[in-house]
């Protein structure tokens, strides 16, 4: 019998991941995570990687990291390569969950594990709370030959992006992309299609893709949510936010599609 792979430790200290050092910053395997040299607040298995185990961890804010290794912002994290760096989302998002959710919201008992393995109750009045999920729509809006770009007061300098807007109580997506974009831009919107879907753990976020065609009004940015916005060709795109992101990918595919990449053009070309 082949020897079993030891699990993957994605481990949290307040906000940062322990990975190896160096470049290709994977996360540690270990058998136990006292091989490792540390000790759990929380610790709960949250899936597989490559036929490996995955456990994620809540590491006392004292913890040190063992020799090899550095805690990270999960945000510069990108280059771990797509599989590694969703595992990572979702034990960032389970870890926080458990931090804030040890008591419950209602009477204020100390929570359980509850019925399912993602979830925990309440053992006096029986509530039970999910780890949370923010559903938000990000949108490109294209008219003609240009897409719409803008950027937040909180961006990095310099950097455009598509809009993106929270889905509130009681809305449809639909009802959040003509409100989001209404509000923030000022424009209406028609035509969406559906792009795609990304788990953004910043904290708790999806991302939900569309496309859609700008359908009238004049552009007039809301200050208090967007400082800038503007129409742009693809041969003068501003900077743009990182390739991991699904927002990268919508305006890369976009540009593709302009350059004729027939893999693309079911996707984002114009409607006849
Ligand atoms: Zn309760």
Known sequence: ???????????????????????????????????????AVFEQE??????????????????????????????????????????????????????????CGRDGTETVPGPTELAKQCPRCGLVFYPRL????????????????????????????????FVEPGESIEETIEREICEEVGVEVGNLRYFGSQPWPFPNSLMIGFVADYAGGELK???????????????GLPELPPKVSIARRMIEEFVAGHRGDPKTLKTIKAPE
């Open 221 to 235: 940015v809301d200050p208090a949510e967007i400082e800038d916005a503007g129409w742009y060709s693809v041969d």
């Open 134 to 165: 923010s559903p938000a729509v990000i949108v490109l809006v294209r008219r003609g030959d240009e897409l719409l770009l803008a950027r937040s007061p909180g961006f990095p300098p310099g950097m455009y992006s598509v809009l993106a807007g």
């Open 46 to 103: 949250v899936g597989f990687l490559d036929g490996r185990r995955c456990f994620a961890v809540d590491l006392p804010l004292d913890a040190e990291a063992p020799e090899g290794t550095v805690f990270r912002e999960l945000r510069g994290l990108w280059g771990v390569g797509e599989a590694l760096f969703l595992m990572a989302g979702r034990a960032k998002q389970i870890v926080e969950w458990h931090r804030t959710h040890r008591f």
């Open 1 to 39: 019998m082949s020897a079993t792979k030891a699990p993957l430790w994605f481990a949290f200290r307040e906000e940062r991941l322990l990975v190896h050092r160096g470049e290709q910053a994977g996360v540690p395997e270990a058998s136990s995570l006292e091989d490792l040299g540390l000790g």
